[in-house]
Nanobody, 121 residues
Framework: QVQLVESGGGLVQAGGSLRLSCAAS?????????MGWYRQAPGRQRELVAS???????NYADSVKVRFTISRDNAKNTVFLQMNGLKPEDTAIYYC??????????????WGQGTQVTVSS
């Protein structure tokens, strides 16, 4: 079992920055296949924002490339999402996700409770 707790959301003006944190417990993030950030805006499906594999590989949604950076601190067992140049369309609840192997072709997905990010114009 993996428990995830997000923090760092809030209200910011367009062009501003926020840094989200996701503290993991129950398993070292070095033994988690992939950790990522997803977001869900009202009336829209949850979408991947950024992911970080345990080999260091990253993946970003096109809409956030260059502006957002995902990173981790193994000693703190924490994953971060640095968000710069925020836009009103970035407004959403941001969720931390962890994936661990559950078999040859399946994974376990763990989710945090979410943190609200609101960007005013």
């Amino acid at each position: 079992q993996v428990q995830l707790v997000e923090s760092g959301g809030g209200l910011v003006q367009a062009g501003g920055s926020l840094r989200l944190s996701c503290a993991a417990s129950g398993r070292s993030i070095e033994r988690i296949n992939s950790m990522g950030w997803y977001r869900q805006a009202p009336g829209r499906q949850r979408e991947l924002v950024a992911s970080l594999a345990n080999n260091g590989g990253t993946n970003y949604a096109d809409s956030v490339k260059v502006r957002f950076t995902i990173s981790r601190d193994n000693a703190k067992n924490t994953v971060f999402l640095q968000m710069n140049g925020l836009k009103p369309e970035d407004t959403a609840i941001y969720y931390c996700n962890a994936q661990t192997p559950a078999g040859v072709y399946s994974v376990n997905n763990y989710w945090g409770q979410g943190t609200q990010v609101t960007v005013s114009s």
